[in-house]
């Protein structure tokens, strides 16, 4: 049946799982502020606690699920680690959801 459509493209079981994976990940506001701010630029532990509301200890345990997905990287400067997003879906994915424009890079 859906092989009669030219363009249809089913992901795979291990595609599907990575996508569900992601999604769980930004199943938090927490993660979702912390994404929309880094979408925006590059910042630290320190600014990202008060741009969110949240404690330094708790932005950082975020970010280090967010660092081991892949969605976001550090850069060390002193005793700073600076943090930005990597995946440029990702936050188009985020400013669909919240009904806004992704941020300009």
């Known amino acids: 049946m ?3 459509l ?3 493209d089913m992901p795979g079981e291990d595609e599907a799982r990575a996508a569900a994976e992601r999604f769980r ?3 938090d506001p927490t993660r979702v502020k912390i994404l929309w701010a880094l979408s925006q630029g590059e910042t630290s532990v320190a600014c990202l606690a008060e741009l969110v509301g949240a404690s330094p200890t708790a932005v950082s345990q975020h970010l280090s699920k967010l660092r081991l997905a892949g969605l976001v990287r550090g850069r060390r400067d002193g005793t700073f ?5 990597v995946d440029a879906d990702v936050s188009a994915l985020l400013a669909a959801a919240l009904g ?3 941020a300009a890079r």
């Open 2 to 4: 859906h092989d009669t």
């Open 6 to 8: 030219p363009d249809f």
């Open 25 to 27: 990940l930004l199943a």
């Open 81 to 85: 680690v600076h943090y930005t997003a």
């Open 100 to 102: 806004a424009r992704p």
